[in-house]
């Protein structure tokens, strides 16, 4: 998986990596079904966005017998951690990025996933 910098995703490409990171791959179509109660979009619209974020690298797009499917290209501890280290700096004005025991509530997040998330955010902290 990828560590992209300067990629941080839209509410919706969020939205879509949420449901790839749970499935692993999917179609278009797959995508469309699972967000159009969140968002209102016709299926060309969904393509659209899955094409911007493939071109930013958060997703991968491989033709499989004439459809397109999308993998997660960026992993979701990554992906959180940065967001959770931006946003502490950014609008908390924190020096540290907090615990990751703050997200224990997080139905996005498994055990081990917490556990990584926290030594990612240690990490993080140790370099600033």
Sequence with gaps: MA????ADPTKPELAILKHLWQAKEMSAREIH???????DWSYSTVR????RMADK???SKTAIDGVNIYEPQIGK????SRMIADFSKRVLE?????AAAFFSDS?????????ELQSVLRKSEEES
């Design 3 to 6: 560590d992209l910098k300067g």
């Design 33 to 39: 079904s699972k967000i159009s109660s969140e968002f």
């Design 48 to 51: 659209t966005v899955l094409d």
């Design 57 to 59: 690298g958060l997703i």
């Design 77 to 80: 501890v990554t992906m959180l």
């Design 94 to 98: 924190l020096d540290s990025t907090p």
């Design 107 to 115: 139905k996005l997040l498994s055990d081990e996933e917490l556990e």
